[in-house]
């Protein structure tokens, strides 16, 4: 299993920033995927989760983030508008196998003017 994250970057309030996971060694879509965070100095918290096509965000972010899947291009994203200061963390995928859970590597997202 591997998971690779992208799309992080420097970005001022309000913008915008679409963060993909590319997957391989598992069927995508065939477990739950999940995007968290974890901001500097924090723990790491979730932010949302596919489930075959049911999304769930938390409410810090309802609203503003949207996740979603590709299954032809294996790929999970998390698509980021009206970001904050406070959305500033290293943002990871993870899909829960029935081997276990695996991680990405993390992309680091800055929101700041």
């Known amino acids: 299993v591997r998971l690779v994250e992208s799309g992080g970057g420097l970005v001022q309030p309000g913008g915008s920033l679409k963060l993909s996971c590319a997957t391989s060694?598992?069927?995508?879509?065939?477990?739950?995927m999940s995007w968290y965070r974890q901001p500097p100095g924090k723990e790491r918290e979730l932010v949302a989760f596919l489930n075959r096509g049911t999304t769930y965000h938390v409410d810090s972010v309802k609203g503003r983030f949207t996740i979603s899947g590709d299954n032809a291009k294996n790929t999970l994203y998390l698509q980021m508008n009206s970001l904050k200061p406070e959305d500033t963390a290293t943002y990871y995928c993870k899909v829960q196998t029935s081997s276990g859970p695996f991680w990405g590597q993390g992309t680091r997202v800055t929101v700041s003017s």
């Open positions: 060694g598992f069927t995508f879509g065939t477990y739950v």
